[in-house]
């Protein structure tokens, strides 16, 4: 049975990331940082011999010691989906370094740290996907989100980056653009909601659901690594 690391995936997108792969065939190593109780819950509804890790992804040591995990229940591991990310909106001039460094530590560096902690752990068993959730706004950036689109828009260019250098291990490396979606994180911010429907050319949202049946597709195919996908009908 493959075996797929989902970051971030007690709430949002990673849970419906974490449900639709599971429903498909995957064991689901369901990273979470404070959520527990919803993790542990998430877990038992999963199955497939799925469990819960707390980690916070910004901690190299603590991202070690998921993949020892990962490594000893499983001995393989199949997808990372390197979900987890915050976001904390402040315009540049008044944003302060401290919130610019939690931004980058959880949305970069701990993407990094998955990466560079659990691919050994894929490369052991002939390879894999990695899919590194970027955003619409590490693209197009995005009026105080200084921090946060500079995270994601740096996320990108170590998505190509790992791609080339992990190739050679039939590691295949993407990164997607999921779009604006109404989950915790989107409902917090009603008005941007709105307008990034008026500005979608459909007049639409995107649903998590079309986010995580895209990956699924992804994990399916061999040739495809290098590449940003866009889920979004705003134009870039």
Known sequence: MPVALVTGASRGLGRQIAITLSAH?????LNYMSSEKEADDLVKKLGN??????????????????????????????AIINN?????DNLLLKQNEQEWDIIMRTNLRGCFNVIRSASPVMIQTGGG??????????????????????SKAALLGLTISAALELSEYNIKVNALLPGYLITEMGMTAQKAAEKAKEESILNTLSQPQ????????LLKTKNITGQVFSLDSRII
């Open 49 to 78: 011999g799925s469990i819960a890790v707390r980690a916070d992804v910004g901690d190299m040591k603590q991202v070690g010691k998921m993949a020892e995990k990962i490594d000893r229940t499983f001995g393989r591991l199949d």
């Open 25 to 29: 065939g995957f064991s689901i190593v």
């Open 129 to 150: 996907h990695i899919i590194n959730i970027s955003s619409y706004s590490g693209v197009k950036g995005k009026a105080g989100q200084a921090a946060y689109s500079a």
């Open 84 to 88: 987890a990310g915050i976001a904390k």
């Open 210 to 217: 079309e986010a995580a049946d895209f990956i699924l597709f």
